[in-house]
Structures are given as C-alpha cells and as structure tokens.
T-cell receptor, first 112, second 115 residues
Framework: GQSLEQPSEVTAVEGAIVQINCTYQ??????LSWYQQHDGGAPTFLSY????GLEETGRFSSFLSRSDSYGYLLLQELQMKDSASYFC?????????????FGGGTRVLVKP | EAGVTQFPSHSVIEKGQTVTLRCDPI?????LYWYRRVMGKEIKFLLH????????ESGMPNNRFLAERTGGTYSTLKVQPAELEDSGVYFC?????????????FGPGTRLTVT
C-alpha cells in the first residue's frame, strides 16, 4: 500500500525554527507537495519538490531526497499565524491524474 | 479570482438518507478532484474529473457514492443511502490541465455528519 509518515504534533515558540519530516512509501512518485490547513479552512498549497534539493519560498523551505524517500518542510521565524496543520502529499501520476496521497498531518502549535 | 467553493458547509443527516454535495471549481480549471477526511485519519482521494470525464475513480469507497460533472463545470457528489462511516469532511480541489499543474486549489470542505 501507499503510506506517508509525519509527526502528529510539534510545539514551538515564536521566532523559532520547526522542521516537519515526511517519509513516504508509494507505488508511484512524481513529486512531494506540502499543504497548510488552519482549523476549519481549506488546505492551501505551500510548496512542491519534484527533484532532489531545497526549495525556498520566504520563511518556508522544502527539501526532497528521492533516494531516501524523504522530505521535510522547514518553517523559520515562526509566527503565531503559523499555528496550523501541515500535510505532506505525494503526487501519484500513474493514472495521469495528478491525484495526491496525503500524510496524516502535523499540527504545529506556536506559543508566545 | 474566486476560489473553489463548496456547498453546503455543514450537513447533518440520518443514516439511510441521501445527501448531495456541490463543488464549484476555479473558472477555467479542467481538473476537479474529490477527497475526504474521516475523523482522525488522513485526507484520502476519491476521484478525479478532467472536464466532464471521470479520469480516475479508484478511491470511491462503494457504489453508494455517485459523482457527476455535467458540462465540465461544477460537480456534485451524492451519497445514497448514507451510512455512519461516511461522516467526515469532503474536500473538492481543482487545478489547471497543464503539464506542471501540481498545485491543487482546495475548497473549505463540507462537514458531513451521519447520525
């Protein structure tokens, strides 16, 4: 079967750095995405890695190692508004459909 | 540009009843996906439309679920008859049909409670 593992919860203080790891086992792999979801809201796209390496977008960075089936999302200079759930998701293109297989989500709690 | 919208935002129905969820994708997005998150579990893929055609419905749990996308615009997901295990949040997402269309835009979801 397909599975993505990520920690269930992380707590940190404002200004800190948080790294959310994601390991995956999937039959197809065409890229790793990260989504943010605030309580009751829509999952919002953060980043996408198709090739090995680091992608930086402002305070957020995402890393991928295809040989290790591993990626992470790095949240820097944490702000209170970053309190949310973060999901890693693998793009499965086997059916040419770009459907996503999600991890269980990591709830990030930012404290003052 | 309007985002993906879903209706209703919440629905509470009794076991055995029928419910229809609606999704309006972003205008011009030919890809439309349905996902759901059952309590305490991960978000799971249900099916994918390209315009009005079902591209992949491998995630549909059983024949009580019927999805349509007439005219390639909005989509509906009907559950008939609903069972207790159908409770959860149903998300719709859309994306453009380009080669690098990896970014999916999600709606806020419909929270379905079956009692």
């Amino acid at each position: 079967g397909q599975s993505l593992e990520q920690p269930s919860e992380v707590t940190a203080v404002e200004g800190a750095i948080v790294q959310i790891n994601c390991t995956y086992q999937t039959s197809g792999f065409y890229g790793l995405s990260w989504y943010q979801q605030h309580d009751g809201g829509a999952p919002t796209f953060l980043s996408y890695n198709a090739l090995d390496g680091l992608e930086e977008t402002g305070r957020f960075s995402s890393f991928l190692s295809r040989s290790d089936s591993y990626g992470y999302l790095l949240l820097q200079e944490l702000q209170m508004k970053d309190s949310a759930s973060y999901f890693c998701a693998v793009r499965d293109d086997k059916a040419a459909g770009n459907k996503l297989t999600f991890g269980g989500g990591t709830r990030v709690l930012v404290k003052p | 540009e309007a985002g993906v919208t879903q209706f209703p935002s919440h629905s509470v129905i009794e076991k055995g009843q029928t419910v229809t969820l609606r999704c309006d994708p972003i205008s011009g997005h030919d890809n439309l996906y349905w996902y759901r998150r059952v309590m305490g579990k991960e978000i799971k893929f249900l099916l994918h439309f390209v315009k009005e055609s079902k591209q992949d419905e491998s995630g549909m749990p059983n024949n009580r679920f019927l999805a349509e996308r007439t005219g390639g615009t909005y989509s509906t997901l009907k559950v008939q008859p609903a069972e207790l295990e159908d409770s959860g949040v149903y998300f719709c997402a859309s994306s453009q049909v380009w080669r690098q269309s990896y970014e999916q835009y999600f709606g806020p979801g419909t929270r379905l409670t079956v009692t």
